[in-house]
Structures are given as C-alpha cells and as structure tokens.
Nanobody, 122 residues
Framework: QVQLVESGGGLAQTGGSLRLSCAAS????????MGWFRQAPGKEREFVAA????????YYADSVKARFTISRDNAKNTEYLQMNSLKPEDTAVYYC???????????????WGNGTLVTVSS
C-alpha cells in the first residue's frame, strides 16, 4: 500500500524557518514526481512546489519563490520542503503528494499524505 507521511510542521515566528519532510513507501518514490500543496482555513488547496522525478527540476508558486526550497533524497525515499522567511500567510496544513502526470494541478496527483500543520505567528 502506498503511504506518504509528512512531518516537521509546528509553530514558527514571522521570519523564521521550518523544514517539512515527507516519507514515501519505496516503490512509488523513484517513478513519481513529488509536490507540496497547502490549505489555509476557509481557502482552497493550492500548489506550493514540485520536483520532477526524472530531472530533479523544481517548480514553485510565486508566493513562495525564493523563500521555499523543495528537494528529494531518493535513497531515503524522502521529500523535503525547506521554508525560510516565513510569513503569517504561510499558515496552513501542508500536504505532500505524488504524481506521474502534471505537477501544478492537485487533480493530477495520485497519492496524498494526511498533512502537517504549519502556524506562523506575527
């Protein structure tokens, strides 16, 4: 059974940093591109970042570009999201997901984690 498990969420101050991790079951990881989405209270789920499995190319939402960095360690079957210069508007539940199709649209993703809460205080 495919499983994605996020960790690393918590409380941070404005300007602070957090690092999210997403551990994936083995067989899925090497053939899937991975992404991060987030959903704030009362808002729709939105794309944050993605990394292509074949090339390692990374893609970011404009709102997080230059502040967040996505990476993956295929040997550890783990994806990461380093979040720097956090803002209160980054407060959301963050989800990791896996896809063999598109990178930006949530409907393209086949597998999802349960999410981890990130709260940024002002």
């Amino acid at each position: 059974q495919v499983q994605l498990v996020e960790s690393g969420g918590g409380l941070a101050q404005t300007g602070g940093s957090l690092r999210l991790s997403c551990a994936a079951s083995g067989r899925i990881f090497s053939n899937y591109s991975m992404g991060w989405f987030r959903q704030a209270p009362g808002k729709e789920r939105e794309f944050v970042a993605a990394i292509r499995w074949s090339s390692g190319s990374a893609y970011y939402a404009d709102s997080v570009k230059a502040r967040f960095t996505i990476s993956r360690d295929n040997a550890k079957n783990t994806e990461y999201l380093q979040m720097n210069s956090l803002k209160p508007e980054d407060t959301a539940v963050y989800y990791c997901a896996a896809t063999r199709r598109g990178l930006v649209v949530a409907e393209s993703y086949d597998y999802w984690g349960n999410g981890t809460l990130v709260t940024v205080s002002s």
